[in-house]
């Protein structure tokens, strides 16, 4: 049965182009004695945007394990499938992200609820979890109303597993299921029994992605109740080790964090509750490399600036454009961002002082950042100019991405340095 270590990390990179400095990133936490494993991932909107196939990024993870002589396991992630996209990822991926959030509260059958209901009777009381303060209350009313609001979506992604075992063979990939996108955060007491109905549908999930309190949004901190976050994250923890040993479930169930990257507040949080629960932990990061590209481009001056430049410029015109597919994880405040006019007059270092993830820095802009990073799209439109100039540029855009996902995301949350 293919499984996935303790610790692993989703990287993505909008033109798969970066994928051996990606990947140097977690040798630098490997030669300190920390295993992290690299999934790439990609969703479908992601490919459907900028004109890649899953097969791209399977050559991509493929090619940067060979000429680093990786000596561990890689992934290639389905991020956020459903029956409806999965099909063209089933050849090229081998870990696949169920996303069930849109089935949440369609309604099972009666016959499918009450069986659910009646099988979870032993646990009707108050039921103690180590790790949760506070017992939780399960009456047949919560059950029910549990069962109304989840059952559908866990039958759902059993559906989904299903098929895709179907094709790829029971064993030969890690399976996460993500409710991430849901309405609202799960409670330990709902994690709890969405876990008991994946074990009944037989789902060997490896990963599970709940909501949390607050705002994953891209490419910038969290924002939200820090102190509930952390008391989530914890007992999410405490329910998975409890619902792992109940259900049967795989030994290495872990949390999977769809991050939007740069999460600092948040990592040494995590780092800490992981540690001591003894926990594994998959991050899910967004994409945040291609602004290491655009910080790569703008630094070195000349056509890299002006190219940085123009971006912004065509980016800004086109902002609604830009903006829609991503208006539910980006907070944008348009008065606040600079006009392009603005923009051309700045230096290379006034450029990567705004763009840059240095919340310290007077200089950075949540809003110039969030705007070039849902612009990539804008690069694609002229590739070949664009991937010249990476060509052109390699070994500074190189170590601005080994950087970040080292600095920024291994070293506080794995390896808690930097914190
Ligand atoms: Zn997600």
């Not at 919560?142 to 179907?166: C, D, N």
Request: proline share 5%; hydrophobic share 45%.
């Amino acid at each position: 049965m293919r499984s996935i270590s303790k610790f692993s990390m989703g990287i993505g990179d909008r033109f798969g182009m970066e994928g051996v400095a990606q990947l140097r990133a977690f040798q630098a936490a490997l030669d300190r004695g920390v295993t992290i494993t690299p999934v790439w991932n990609k969703s479908n909107r992601e490919h459907s945007l900028i004109g890649t196939l899953p097969e791209d990024v399977r050559s991509e993870a493929d090619t940067a394990v060979a000429r680093c002589q990786w000596p561990g396991d890689h992934f290639v992630d389905a991020d956020h499938i459903g029956l409806g996209t999965v099909d063209k990822f089933l050849v090229a991926s081998d870990f696949f992200t169920i996303d069930v959030a849109d089935a949440i509260g369609k309604p099972a059958s009666g016959e499918a609820i009450a069986a659910y209901t009646a099988a979870m009777l032993p646990f009707l009381g108050a039921l103690r979890i180590p790790g949760v303060a506070a017992p939780l209350s399960v009456t047949h009313a919560s059950l029910t109303e549990i069962a109304t609001k989840y059952l559908f979506a866990v039958e759902e992604a059993g559906r989904v597993y299903r098929h895709i075992a179907q094709s790829k063979g029971e064993g030969n990939f890690v399976t996460e299921v993500s409710f991430d996108e849901a309405q609202t955060p799960q409670t330990p007491a709902e994690l709890f029994f969405i876990l008991a109905a994946a074990a009944r549908e037989r789902i060997p999930v490896a990963t599970v992605a709940p909501k949390f309190t607050g705002e994953f949004l891209k490419g910038i901190d969290y924002v939200g109740d820090i102190g509930r976050f952390t008391q989530e994250f914890e007992e999410d923890l405490a329910v998975l080790a409890f619902a792992r040993k109940t259900f049967a479930l795989p030994e290495g169930l872990k949390l999977s964090i769809h991050s939007g990257s740069d999460k600092f507040s948040l990592y040494p949080i995590m780092h800490q509750a992981i540690m001591k629960a003894d926990a594994g932990l998959h991050l899910k990061t967004a994409g945040t490399t291609w602004l290491e590209e655009v910080i790569g481009l703008a630094a070195a001056g000349g056509d890299g600036l002006a190219f940085a430049k123009a971006l912004y410029r065509e980016a800004y015109g086109r902002y609604d454009d830009m903006a829609k597919p991503y208006l539910t994880v980006i907070a944008i405040d348009r008065q606040a961002l600079p006009t392009p006019a603005e923009v051309d007059g700045w230096s290379a270092e006034a450029y990567v002082a705004a763009l840059a993830h240095d919340q310290a820095c007077p200089r950075f802009s949540i809003h110039f950042r969030q705007m070039v990073h849902i612009s990539f799209r804008l690069a694609a439109e002229q590739r070949p100019r664009y991937l010249a100039l990476l060509e052109a540029n390699r070994a500074s855009i190189e170590a601005h991405v080994f950087d970040n996902i080292l600095k920024r995301h291994i070293e506080p949350l794995f390896l808690r340095i930097g914190v």
